[in-house]
């Protein structure tokens, strides 16, 4: 067990904690971008209410229900479908990032992973967008991750420049590799494409806030 992760039993015996459970759901596919570029697997995330991606859970209290349950019931929220989840479908847990360096984080985040099959994920993204009650308010919009490298630096690493809520990011690039879904010095160029996409991006956004700043002088 790697620096800040719990054991399940370590982390339901955490007295004050809460507790917030998400999944990864996906499957593989043999479906080519133009023909040409694999897509290999089909990973789902969404963009939340606070403009932040992130994956499908939520908050679940473990003294009135089990995680699964709670995650299950979180998911109906949220995509409309009421999917099992089982306790074998856990893969991790620890504490969410702390507020601040001084701080400790009274926050457990479970991640559990669930492979499914294209046409399931596909009524996932169907019921998501037409019945899920949470979708336009807590969920504007369920996301796929493309798991390629296009020649223009497109595909993955761009994706991976986004914002992301809490360990979200780093959930998503650990089991890519766990699950060998993609080639470490494939993710690796992904990353440092992804840093310098990072640079780019402060750039533009200094010199936005700086257009805004003079416009907002003239009033």
Known sequence: MTSGQLSRAGALACSGCRHACHVM?????????????????????????????????????????????????????????????????????????????SSTSRLITHFYVKKMEE???????????????????????????PLYNTKNGGGLAPFLSHSFIGNARSQLVDFLLRLDMIAPEELHKALAHSLKIHTHTAEDLQAALTRTEAKRNWF
């Open 25 to 101: 759901l996906y499957c593989d596919t043999k479906t080519q971008l133009f023909g040409r570029i694999p897509i290999r697997h089909i990973i789902l995330m969404q963009m939340r209410f606070d403009g932040l991606l992130g994956f499908p859970g939520g908050y679940v209290n473990p003294s009135e229900e089990t995680l699964e349950a709670g995650l299950s019931r979180e998911l109906l929220e949220e995509l409309g479908v009421a999917l099992p989840i089982s306790a074998e479908d856990h893969v991790d847990c620890c504490h969410a990032p702390a507020s601040s360096p």
């Open 119 to 145: 046409e399931q994920i596909k009524e996932v993204e169907k019921e998501a967008a037409s019945t899920a009650t949470d979708h336009g308010q807590e969920v504007l919009g369920m996301v796929r991750v």
